[in-house]
T-cell receptor, first 114, second 111 residues
Framework: NAGVTQTPKFQVLKTGQSMTLQCAQD?????MSWYRQDPGMGLRLIHY???????DQGEVPNGYNVSRSTTEDFPLRLLSAAPSQTSVYFC?????????????FGPGTRLTVL | KQEVTQIPAALSVPEGENLVLNCSFT??????LQWFRQDPGKGLTSLLL?????REQTSGRLNASLDKSSGRSTLYIAASQPGDSATYLC??????????FGPGTRLSVLP
């Protein structure tokens, strides 16, 4: 199993550009999520999905879109990049929800918006 | 709203010491608590998962305890090694299918 994979590892954008961060998992997990990690702020939930076709907003969803057309993939779209979106982005997945639910993380994408 | 805090923010110890990292949360309506390790520039690696009905979990030199009623968890690391140097994060899974993370404790184990 590859686990949770993310591409690209690094990206530099100019203000106003759009892009998609890719996330895929091969563990047949229903639950997938996107976080951003900023110094002094910890990890904050952007969007999550409890299964194909179902998405919901997390703590900091503004400026981001997601879709979940398959169980395996959960891309994150930046519509019009802003310097405030400079961060490290992590994708995570887990089987479902409940007491035995363990999260697995991808290696992250380091994004800089100029 | 669930809030998770971790004390201390940073810790530096000599090799061989036993140490305790603390995690507190404000809402006890959780499914589980998970401890992670993060090396600089890397992703998060799961260390231990404690279900809400459990009191502790052990993996090698690591032992994590959970007191749901008081909103506290501790991660105990025995006989620390330089390879244990990393940031340790705790996260709780709330009812309602989302996770809330603490800010982390940065650990340095000196040879």
């Amino acid at each position: 199993n590859a686990g949770v994979t993310q591409t690209p590892k690094f990206q530099v954008l100019k203000t106003g550009q759009s892009m998609t961060l890719q996330c895929a998992q091969d563990m047949n997990h229903e639950y997938m999520s996107w976080y951003r990690q900023d110094p002094g702020m910890g990890l904050r939930l952007i969007h999550y999905s409890v299964g194909a076709g179902i998405t919901d907003q997390g703590e900091v969803p503004n400026g981001y879109n997601v879709s979940r057309s398959t169980t395996e993939d959960f891309p994150l779209r930046l519509l019009s990049a802003a310097p405030s979106q400079t961060s490290v982005y992590f994708c995570a997945s887990s089987y479902s929800t409940g007491p035995q639910n363990e999260q697995f993380f991808g290696p992250g994408t380091r994004l800089t918006v100029l | 709203k669930q809030e998770v805090t971790q004390i201390p923010a940073a810790l530096s110890v000599p090799e061989g010491e036993n140490l305790v990292l603390n995690c507190s949360f404000t809402d006890s309506a959780i499914y589980n608590l998970q401890w992670f390790r993060q090396d600089p520039g890397k992703g998060l690696t799961s260390l231990l998962l404690i279900q809400s009905s459990q009191r502790e979990q052990t993996s090698g030199r690591l032992n994590a305890s959970l007191d749901k009623s008081s909103g506290r968890s501790t991660l105990y690391i025995a006989a620390s090694q330089p390879g244990d140097s990393a940031t340790y994060l705790c996260a709780v899974e709330n009812y309602g299918q989302n996770f809330v993370f603490g800010p982390g404790t940065r650990l340095s184990v000196l040879p």
